[in-house]
């Protein structure tokens, strides 16, 4: 079995359902990107993993979700706290919202060494070091003296993933890691983590909305759609030969090398929230392929043996294995 | 001036911004040169691109082009008037031809006005008073241009998305018939298909109403597809400009630059470099080259001696050993 398996996992926030029918797997050594336009569902699958649900008022109300041996859907709060940050650890857009301004950013991956490998307070920061030179950070034994109002954001957010480190998580769900970083920066800190999959062998859960960043660095690609799945597949199928007409619209949405002036048009139409949600397929009010049924069917999952590669579509008229 | 463009709408000859500021409640004030020494052409009916890393000068390249800021040396001429030595009413009209979009849609519109304000303000400003009809009629002939509906006149702007928002930021920068539009990252906000539909919106404007654009972006795909000419900045100062979006990319920073961005497509993944070094800081500025500590064909002269944009070449590189 996968080390994370979520299977047709709903969540609502008070009354209002918000995700539905989620599920995608991914095992140790694997990236899963997890992408979609804002608004589909990504950060809710994030906090939902991590058991942070109750601090929103949310609830899982159907589906399954297991990690290693561990049911997530039941798991009591006194346990779930043992598994994050040691098993499971999470990277946020903002790293400010994971660091504390008033400690130096040494102390706190000091901390989190001691908390989840219970250290010494000589051997946390003999691994803090460590780390941070893993992390290829510049005099490192400087860095851990300063706090993080004096760091710049690319120096926080590598702050953030030695924190993350620390506890020698399986499971690293990062959520737009890179989103409010520069590309020179970007480019290290995808790199960083690529490396921590390849030489650990940790299993990382790659939240972003970059296509860019998808194609550099997944494995196997989950695309979401206000709340639902769209679309599962390896990277090179998702981009090669995607399936569902919002895959494809979505990539569409990039301009690539010499990609002729006038030709990115996007997606007409927006995203509904969960408020305005559709009936049937919610992609049909944008959908150029839309037919009757999508207006009041909602689609089942069809399984794809694409090239070996596999997957899974949620369309009533799936575009043609050839297509794109 | 012997070198101009022939075809020029703003030309900046030498400019530079200095701003002082206060190292922590008590430090000393110490002075940081955000632009630096900037001389550029901006052709008419072309769309000129900016990118480079935060902080780099962008934002405040864009306000000193509209004189929102004075440099601090050097002269910004619109229409070959030197817009420092207008006088306030002269330098109202000048203002006429040059508007502004801003990137974040929620800032630049005030929450109480209704979206037929927002459009109309530009006249109050200038003084151009309408009846309320004329009012109404112009407010929803602006609106549809940018691809709105015109019902959406009465909302106000918390009920529109920040696709929505830029648009109604596009109607407004229209409203006195602009020649030059600077655009201030105005998609960097928003998802992708938005972003699609925005650019192809501006690429429409510009082709029907002869518009010139300055487009300022950190994001090198899209300024590779929508622009014609492309400036590279660097810590204050125009390194490179490309004369098109695919001339050779000569300056060291650029090559790093553009190599950092990912592309949407698996089969073809950077491998990431490590850069050394980090951006020096505009307080204290390197005496030669500011990009020598992370530039991996520096020189001893490098360090010494500080490269200058020339000003005749077609393809202008402010480099002491310019790429291949
Ligand atoms: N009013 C101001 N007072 C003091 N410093 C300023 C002011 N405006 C800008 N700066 C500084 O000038 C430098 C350039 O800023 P600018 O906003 O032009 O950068 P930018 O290239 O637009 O960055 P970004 O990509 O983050 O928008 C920065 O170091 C910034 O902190
Ligand atoms: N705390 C919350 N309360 C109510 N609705 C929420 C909350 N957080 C997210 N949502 C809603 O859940 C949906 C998915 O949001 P989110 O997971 O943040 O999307 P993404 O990360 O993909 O942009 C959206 O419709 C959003 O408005
Ligand atoms: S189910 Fe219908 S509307 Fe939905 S994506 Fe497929 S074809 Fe389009
Ligand atoms: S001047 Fe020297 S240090 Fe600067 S970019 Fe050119 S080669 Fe590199
Ligand atoms: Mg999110
Ligand atoms: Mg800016």
Redesign the interface.
């Given at each position: 079995m996968s080390l994370l398996a979520v299977t047709d996992l709903s969540v609502a926030i008070g009354m209002v359902p918000l995700l539905d029918r989620i599920s995608f797997s991914l095992d140790r050594g694997e990236v899963l990107g997890l992408v979609g336009?804002?608004g589909s569902g990504k950060s809710l699958t994030a906090m939902t993993l991590m058991g942070l649900l109750p601090l929103i008022g949310g609830r899982i109300t159907a589906g399954r979700a297991s990690f290693d041996d561990f049911d997530l859907t039941i798991l009591p709060e006194a346990r779930y706290r043992a598994l994050r940050g040691r098993r499971i650890a999470l990277i946020s857009q903002n790293p400010m919202t994971s660091l504390d301004p008033i400690l130096t950013v040494g102390a706190q991956i000091d901390q989190a060494s001691r908390l989840h490998a219970g250290l010494s307070a000589a051997a946390a920061r003999a691994r803090s070091l460590d780390l941070m030179h893993q992390l290829?950070i510049?005099e490192a034994a400087a860095i851990h003296g300063q706090y993080p109002h004096q760091l710049?954001?690319g120096?926080k957010q590598r702050i953030v993933i030695a924190m993350a480190l620390a506890g020698d998580p399986d499971l690293i769900i990062a959520d737009e890691p890179t989103t409010a970083l520069?590309?020179?920066i970007?480019?290290?800190i995808?790199?960083i983590l690529s490396d921590l999959v390849a030489e650990r062998g940790v299993a990382l859960l790659l939240i972003t909305?970059?296509?860019?960043?998808?194609?550099?660095a997944?494995h196997r690609v989950s695309v979401l759609y206000a709340g639902r799945c769209a679309e599962t597949g390896t990277?090179?199928d998702i981009?090669?030969r995607p399936r569902h007409p919002y895959t494809k619209?979505?990539?569409g949405?990039?301009?690539?090398?010499?990609?002729a002036?006038?030709t990115?048009?996007?997606?007409?139409g927006?995203?509904p929230t969960a408020f305005t949600y559709p009936k049937g397929c919610r992609y049909h009010p944008r959908c150029t392929v839309a037919a009757a049924e999508c207006r009041t069917e909602v689609p089942a999952g069809s399984i794809l043996d694409r090239s070996g590669g596999g997957g899974i579509v949620f369309c009533h008229h799936p575009l043609e294995a050839a297509h794109g | 001036m012997a070198d101009r463009i022939p075809d020029s709408i703003l030309r900046f000859d030498g400019v530079s911004r200095d701003f002082s500021a206060q190292a922590g409640l008590f430090g000393r004030k110490r002075t940081m040169r955000a632009v630096d020494g900037v001389t550029l052409d901006i052709p008419r009916g072309k769309v000129t691109g900016v990118v480079g890393?935060?902080g780099c000068g962008k934002s405040t390249l864009a306000r000193l082009a509209l004189h929102l800021l004075k440099p601090s040396a050097g002269h910004v001429y619109f229409e070959g008037h030197d817009l420092a030595g207008l006088k306030p009413a002269a330098l109202r009209r000048q203002r006429r031809h040059m508007q502004m979009v801003f990137q974040d849609p929620y800032s630049s519109i005030d929450p109480r006005f209704t979206i037929r304000d927002a459009v109309m303000e530009p006249f109050q400003v200038h003084g151009i008073r309408h009846t309320p009809a004329e009012g109404r009629e112009k407010a929803a002939r602006l609106l549809e241009m940018a691809g709105l509906d015109p019902q959406l006149a009465e909302r106000h702007p918390h009920q529109l998305?920040g696709?929505q928002k830029q648009r109604v930021g596009i109607a407004r920068a229209l409203a006195l018939e602009p020649d030059l539009i600077v655009l201030d990252e105005p998609t960097a906000s928003l998802?992708?298909?938005?972003?699609?539909?925005?650019?192809?919106l501006l690429?429409d404007l510009r082709s029907r109403l002869g518009l010139t654009y300055l487009f300022i972006s950190?994001d090198?795909?899209?300024v590779?597809?929508?622009c014609d000419r492309i400036v590279v900045m660097y810590l204050g100062a125009a390194v490179e400009i490309l004369p098109s979006t695919?001339a050779p990319h000569r300056h060291p920073y650029t090559r790093?630059?553009m190599e950092?961005?990912?592309?949407?497509?698996?089969?073809?993944?950077?491998t990431?470099t490590?850069?050394?070094?980090?951006?020096p800081s505009a307080f204290e500025r390197p005496p030669g080259c500011a990009f020598a500590a992370r530039c991996p064909v520096a020189s001893g002269r490098c360090y010494a001696e500080k490269p200058v944009l020339p000003a005749t070449d077609p393809h202008p590189v402010a480099c002491h050993h310019p790429l291949d």
């Open positions: 336009e804002s290829r510049p710049s954001g120096m520069d590309v020179t970007q480019a290290q995808i790199q909305h970059d296509m860019g960043v998808v194609a550099q997944c990277v090179h981009f090669a619209a979505l990539i949405c990039i301009p690539r090398e010499g990609q002036p006038g990115l048009v996007g997606i007409p927006m995203v | 890393e935060s998305s696709g998802d992708v298909s938005i972003q699609a539909q925005i650019v192809a690429a950190h090198l795909g899209l590779r597809y929508f695919d790093t630059l950092s961005a990912f592309l949407p497509d698996p089969e073809r993944r950077r990431v490590r850069l050394s070094g980090e951006i």
